[in-house]
């Protein structure tokens, strides 16, 4: 009584000999009543089923997919093939290490041995008793003169442009000791862009070969550009073919844990223009000064690969689990953003910040390493966070057909393959599959009364005071590293190694051979002399 006068509510008139009933306010009740209104607390699922029906309604989907293809169209023609071309590997070394400071005097005053490098082709003549000093290695000199003297290049040294300048001392340089094979030095700056120059000498080399193979002469073009440029060919090949090798496993694995071929395309999609988007600024950000080192795209390629077929996985095993409880397509899609959306939102944004955090690692290239993968991840979380449910509503029709269990697909096949299924609909072949020709498990609840292994453990460690001791343990050992961190110094590590094949071959054989071989060494000895006034190194 005493609460409804405060709050000014009209009481009923009540009788002497009567009783009443008054109704008791909740806490939020009297809150709004006191004018202290609650905020109502967010719900996920307005929002899901606000964008949900926004895909199918407004034809919002349709929409979103057009944008998505086409800032992928957009990204291929701007350069997301060309990424790899732009891609160096100048490992300088960082302002941690002991040679740092030398490297910053060859940078301000010798800045020509940093960025300068010398190729070579090498012209052998293979017949017994003969010199290379002939009228044919001439006419290649020649050839290859006339041919390179028009790209950037510093300089073309050889044994015939001293010999033409009669300065016999310099051109013996350029000759073996048994004058059997000539070396031809190409001086190039690669701040100017190489790549098409070493695509055309060892062009120019294999029609030499072709031309004066018979004739006893070997012909070949090697250096660091060269034998690198080579090597990464061959190393993207090789990349390309052992993942591509995998695809089908995987593919396999995926149709047998989704249930449904045609759901298959959606990892496609995603993987296509994660990448490619991806590659693009990476590209965009390779031309505008940057530094990326070569094996970047390879790196972009494998995440881009994992990632996509692992978060389409995740939405679609959701997907289909919410179709064979018996939810509607637009349900089913709510549901998966709603449980493994959130997943993949979580999961992905560990990885970005984890990559980038290599950004503030101090070794060459990891910089590049950290921004690129992070963007490339972004990107896959992006993509299948929007396409897949938009291809899923907007191809309603399409997808709400497909298979709820693989053994279904299977069905579908021997069906269509044998002629004894032919004849029976496929609606009793895949109710009947298990029982009759195939005996494979079929798909259930999982029932929570049986724990699996996994969620026994979860379940013991998740309690106290277990879920104290765990992590205390973990950053224990952190500390340890920490520690062992503390004298830790950084190092230059050089390993040489010139690859296999020809150019490589030739490549170690020129360092050895020719006086003049070590231009093509990356190695420089830095002599200084002391602080006194007028001290020289001479």
């Not at 008791?24 to 719900?43: M, R, T, V």
């Not at 052998?124 to 009228?135: A, H, I």
């Not at 055309?200 to 012909?219: H, I, M, Q, R, T």
Request: charge should be neutral.
């Amino acid at each position: 009584y005493r609460s409804s006068l405060q709050t000014n509510i009209p009481l009923p008139s009540i009788a002497s000999n009567s009783t009443m009933q008054v109704p008791i306010l909740s806490a939020d009740n009297q809150s709004s009543l006191l004018g202290k209104e609650k905020l109502p607390p967010i719900d996920v699922n307005v929002y899901l089923s606000s964008f949900v029906d926004a895909i199918v309604e407004r034809k919002l989907g349709w929409a979103i997919i057009a944008l998505l293809l086409s800032l992928t169209a957009a990204a291929a023609g701007a350069g997301a093939f060309k990424f790899s071309g732009h891609t160096v590997d100048n490992y300088s070394p960082t302002h941690y290490l002991e040679s740092y400071k030398g490297y910053k005097v060859f940078e301000d005053r010798f800045s020509g041995f940093l960025t300068e490098d010398v190729e070579a082709i090498v012209i052998t003549n293979n017949n017994k008793g003969e010199s290379v000093l002939t009228e044919i290695s001439e006419s290649m000199w020649n050839e290859i003169n006339d041919t390179l003297s028009v790209y950037p290049i510093l300089s073309l040294e050889s044994y015939w442009r001293f010999q033409a300048s009669n300065i016999t001392t310099l051109a013996t340089n350029y000759l073996s000791f048994d004058q059997k094979t000539a070396l031809i030095a190409i001086r190039v700056d690669f701040r100017f862009g190489t790549d098409s120059l070493i695509s055309k000498g060892l062009d120019l080399v294999n029609s030499l070969n072709d031309k004066y193979e018979k004739a006893g002469y070997d012909v070949v073009m090697t250096g660091k550009l060269t034998t690198t440029q080579i090597s990464d060919k061959k190393t993207g090949k090789g990349f390309a073919t052992t993942d591509g090798s995998g695809l089908p496993v995987i593919g396999i694995i995926f149709w047998w844990q989704v249930g449904s071929i045609r759901l298959l395309l959606l990892p496609l999609v995603a993987l296509a223009c994660s990448l490619l988007c991806a590659w693009a600024l990476g590209n965009a950000i390779a031309t505008h000064g940057n530094e990326i080192p070569s094996y970047q795209p390879n790196i972009m390629l494998f995440l881009c690969m994992a990632l996509s077929i692992d978060y389409t996985f995740f939405l679609l095993t959701r997907f289909q689990e919410e179709r064979r409880s018996g939810r509607d397509m637009r349900d089913s899609v709510k549901m998966m953003l709603q449980h493994s959306g959130g997943i993949v939102m979580v999961s992905g944004s560990i990885l970005v910040v984890t990559w980038f955090a290599l950004c503030f690692f101090p070794v060459y290239g990891l910089n590049a390493v950290g921004y690129c993968s992070a963007i490339t991840i972004f990107m896959c979380i992006s993509m299948n966070l929007l396409l897949t449910p938009c291809l899923l509503l907007s191809f309603e029709k399409f997808f709400s057909n497909a298979s709820q269990y693989a053994r279904e697909d299977l069905a579908a096949c021997h069906a269509c393959c044998c002629s004894c299924f032919a004849k029976r609909d496929l609606e009793s072949q895949a109710s009947t599959t298990s029982g009759n020709y195939l005996k494979l498990p079929r798909v259930s609840k999982v029932s929570l009364k049986k724990k699996s292994f996994y969620r026994r453990v979860a379940t013991v460690a998740t309690r106290f005071p277990y879920s104290i001791v765990i992590p205390v343990i973990v950053y224990a050992l952190f500390g340890l590293g920490c520690i062992k961190l503390a004298d830790f110094s950084f190092a230059l590590g050089a390993n040489i190694s010139f690859g296999t094949g020809k150019e490589a071959d030739a490549y170690k054989n020129t360092l050895s051979d020719f006086p003049t071989g070590g231009y093509l060494s990356s190695f420089g000895v830095l002599v200084t002399t002391s602080a006194k006034a007028g001290a020289t190194v001479y």
